[in-house]
């Protein structure tokens, strides 16, 4: 068990989201069993957009009801009649109710309501006193001077020692960016040293609602649009009232244009307005009157290829409904990919994560290992050395998207390969925020002679002429590669588009396998439930032999001791021990015999059927005195037919999510993905490359 942690705001606007998602980011990765409860919650049908997206995102399955302590009608009834410590009791009793439930729970307190505001810090400090929290106060740095700040940390802190409450520490959120530093040097000057502070600055993309958002609070029929469209975001809004060629001079980037639904040439000239070039990109159309666009302008529509532009409908006239879409405040949806990684980009960057880690590793934590628990790590590992890693697919759409989320999670640097123009319409296209990453072209590039030279010196010996080297870098793989082989890049991550020999072949030709190592081979990260496997080789070598063999299950066992798994490593076979005969399990034996022989400190046993391998108590009736059997982490199959088809099958019939292949054996990190691949599958490949590059040579 943790201590639970309690986020409190000091104050109206103080802006809790972004530091409970960070917070709960960094203790699903100590445990899987974290819970999240919201004392009072706004009367929405029982409803609450914090618990939504934590419940959500978090896969916390329990009732939304289980979430919460009471409504704030039933709050204002209890304040009313003069029941505050009823109140209290029927807040705690729901509570530890959850408590139970989970190894350590977070909560989000009150929202600075109208019925509470004038108590709502003593009521917070007593909550989080009752529920045994330690406390972390969000403060409001918003429209405030350096010194403003600094004298409102210092009441805080001391109103809070008064209530005997134990601070774990606090944040101000929402700095102006051009006063962090005065402000930080403020705080480390002053006699505010008991809890460490944090600064957070203002980040308007968090603050702007999206046209999903604004759908979903204003219940809004949508009539085009599909996840990705909704969550445009809305930087402001416009009124179409005047003719067309007048309105686009007040078109903007990210606005949202309102019109009546029967204004037919608005609506064509905002669609054929955000296609353009020469016009900035719209968030969205929002039609009035309840009116849908006329029968022939429908067709149309239908008739074109798919938009960007999501089209929502609303019942009200254009001024009611541009006073609600005014009103209409930003928040953070678990289908917002862009917000979240956002989010906790920023709270990654200015949160000293680790030092609030150890805090709750002083007590042991669980042993467990889930798929959220080991992405999180590898996003902290791939950010804890900066590396480089190039794109050479920067016309695909699921990298593109895979990019924006690695850039606001500030991960690595990134280049993509390919033709600019290209690229950069399909970004725009996409409404993606991709400006600052550099994309270059092989076949104009400066460094493209250089490479051919490279490439020609180290295959001349297989006819290759300096005119068919100058020719072979042009392709995307092979420059990359070659980026990587020079140093201008750590690593490569490729197979969205192109095949895996497309991507592994120009590293074999290029970069080459480490001194010592037999061969280039890959591993699966295999998340179950509640634990990380290793299966290798499921992708490179069809039939090895028993050195072959031996190698795979030496750099396996090294590649899960990289990523933090203990690694316990399994040669399969269909017997185990010394019960089969055949010429399939004697490779494995004799595998296991040279394994050994090459690295005795490491855990590695065969021949071991898979049953023996996981479950204890068949390990105890056939291999009683095995470091391996019963707990093993790693599995190296004996063939590539037995390796692939057993991760698919684990991974379709489990559940289970399959992070790679891993490639391992090179010099210097290249990775292939599956051409199905998810953005998620993108964003792990890329963390798990930069890790290796960390321990690559330079």
């Known amino acids: 068990m943790f201590r639970s942690i309690y986020i409190a705001g000091a104050e109206p606007g103080s802006g809790k989201s972004i530091v409970v998602l960070g917070m709960m980011?960094?203790?699903?990765?100590?445990?899987?069993?974290?819970?999240?409860?919201?004392?009072?919650?706004?009367?929405?049908?029982?409803?609450?957009?914090?618990?939504?997206?934590?419940?959500?995102?978090?896969?916390?399955?329990?009732?939304?009801?289980?979430?919460?302590?009471?409504?704030?009608?039933?709050?204002?009834?209890?304040?009313?009649?003069?029941?505050?410590?009823?109140?209290?009791?029927?807040?705690?009793?729901?509570?530890?109710?959850?408590?139970?439930?989970?190894?350590?729970?977070?909560?989000?307190?009150?929202?600075?309501?109208?019925?509470?505001?004038?108590?709502?810090?003593?009521?917070?400090?007593?909550?989080?006193?009752?529920?045994?929290?330690?406390?972390?106060?969000?403060?409001?740095?918003?429209?405030?001077?350096?010194?403003?700040?600094?004298?409102?940390?210092?009441?805080?802190?001391?109103?809070?020692?008064?209530?005997?409450?134990?601070?774990?520490?606090?944040?101000?959120?929402?700095?102006?960016?051009?006063?962090?530093?005065?402000?930080?040097?403020?705080?480390?000057?002053?006699?505010?040293?008991?809890?460490?502070?944090?600064?957070?600055?203002?980040?308007?993309?968090?603050?702007?609602?999206?046209?999903?958002?604004?759908?979903?609070?204003?219940?809004?029929?949508?009539?085009?649009?599909?996840?990705?469209?909704?969550?445009?975001?809305?930087?402001?809004?416009?009124?179409?009232?005047?003719?067309?060629?007048?309105?686009?001079?007040?078109?903007?980037?990210?606005?949202?244009?309102?019109?009546?639904?029967?204004?037919?040439?608005?609506?064509?000239?905002?669609?054929?307005?955000?296609?353009?070039?020469?016009?900035?990109?719209?968030?969205?159309?929002?039609?009035?009157?309840?009116?849908?666009?006329?029968?022939?302008?429908?067709?149309?529509?239908?008739?074109?290829?798919?938009s960007r532009v999501p089209i929502l409908s609303a019942p009200w006239d254009t001024f009611i409904s541009a006073l609600k879409v005014n009103a209409v405040e930003g928040n953070i949806l678990p289908a917002d990919d862009r917000k979240i990684a956002a989010a906790l980009g920023v709270f990654e960057k200015h949160i000293d994560v680790q030092g609030l880690k150890e805090y709750f590793t002083a007590i042991s934590p669980s042993h467990r290992m889930t798929p959220l628990m080991f992405e999180y790590e590898l996003i902290q590992r791939a950010k804890s050395q900066r590396q480089h890693i190039v794109l050479p697919e920067g016309f695909d759409e699921r990298i593109l998207r895979a990019a924006e989320i690695i850039r606001l999670r500030d991960v690595v640097d990134i280049t993509f390969l390919g033709n600019e123009e290209k690229i950069l319409k399909k970004i725009a296209a996409l409404g993606l925020k991709l400006d600052d990453i550099p994309i270059i072209d092989p076949q104009t590039s400066e460094w493209r002679q250089l490479f051919a030279d490279t490439y020609y010196e180290l295959r001349k010996h297989k006819g290759i002429s300096p005119e068919m080297a100058y020719d072979t870098m042009a392709d995307v793989s092979y420059f990359g590669t070659m980026m990587v082989h020079h140093g201008f890049a750590g690593g490569m991550v490729s197979g969205a588009a192109h095949t895996t020999q497309h991507t592994i072949r120009p590293a074999f030709e290029i970069i080459r396998t480490k001194p010592g190592c037999a061969l280039v081979s890959s591993v699966f990260f295999m998340c179950l439930e509640n634990r990380v496997l290793v299966y290798g080789d499921c992708a490179i070598n069809p039939n090895p032999n028993a050195e072959q063999l031996a190698d795979i299950a030496i750099r396996s066992t090294e590649t899960a001791a990289m990523f933090g798994i203990e690694p316990r490593t399994a040669l399969l076979s269909y017997s185990t021990g010394e019960s089969g005969k055949g010429a399939d399990v004697d490779t494995v034996r004799a595998a296991a015999r040279i394994a050994n022989s090459l690295r005795p400190d490491l855990m590695i046993e065969g021949p071991i059927q898979y049953d023996a391998a996981v479950d204890a108590g068949v390990a105890r009736s056939k291999m009683p005195d095995s470091q391996v059997a019963g707990q093993a982490t790693v599995f190296v199959f004996p063939d590539l037919n037995t390796g692939n088809n057993t991760y698919k099958a684990v991974q379709r019939s489990a559940n289970a999510v399959a992070i790679g292949p891993v490639i391992q054996g090179l010099n210097k990190p290249v990775n292939d993905l599956s051409r199905g691949c998810s953005v998620t599958d993108i964003v792990n490949t890329v963390a798990i490359t930069a890790i290796q590059a960390q321990g690559s040579p330079a």
């Open 25 to 306: 980011e960094m203790l699903k990765s100590l445990t899987d069993k974290v819970g999240f409860f919201r004392p009072v919650i706004t009367e929405n049908g029982g409803k609450d957009s914090l618990i939504h997206l934590i419940a959500t995102r978090y896969q916390i399955d329990i009732p939304a009801e289980a979430l919460y302590g009471v409504t704030d009608e039933t709050a204002r009834n209890f304040l009313s009649e003069g029941r505050y410590g009823e109140l209290l009791k029927r807040i705690i009793n729901k509570y530890k109710a959850l408590e139970r439930q989970f190894d350590v729970v977070l909560c989000a307190g009150t929202d600075f309501s109208d019925i509470t505001s004038a108590l709502e810090l003593d009521f917070n400090a007593d909550l989080a006193n009752n529920f045994g929290c330690q406390l972390l106060p969000v403060i409001k740095g918003l429209g405030r001077s350096t010194r403003e700040v600094i004298d409102a940390v210092r009441v805080l802190e001391e109103s809070l020692e008064d209530r005997g409450c134990e601070l774990l520490a606090a944040v101000v959120n929402r700095v102006c960016p051009e006063q962090m530093e005065k402000i930080a040097d403020g705080l480390s000057s002053s006699a505010i040293k008991s809890v460490p502070f944090y600064l957070l600055p203002e980040y308007r993309t968090l603050e702007k609602p999206t046209v999903g958002e604004i759908a979903r609070t204003l219940e809004l029929d949508v009539i085009s649009g599909d996840q990705e469209a909704l969550n445009h975001e809305v930087d402001s809004y416009k009124v179409a009232a005047m003719e067309v060629p007048d309105f686009l001079d007040h078109i903007e980037e990210d606005c949202l244009v309102i019109t009546p639904g029967d204004r037919s040439d608005i609506i064509l000239g905002t669609l054929i307005a955000d296609a353009s070039s020469t016009y900035p990109k719209i968030s969205g159309l929002l039609l009035t009157g309840g009116m849908q666009p006329a029968r022939q302008l429908s067709l149309l529509l239908e008739g074109v290829s798919k």
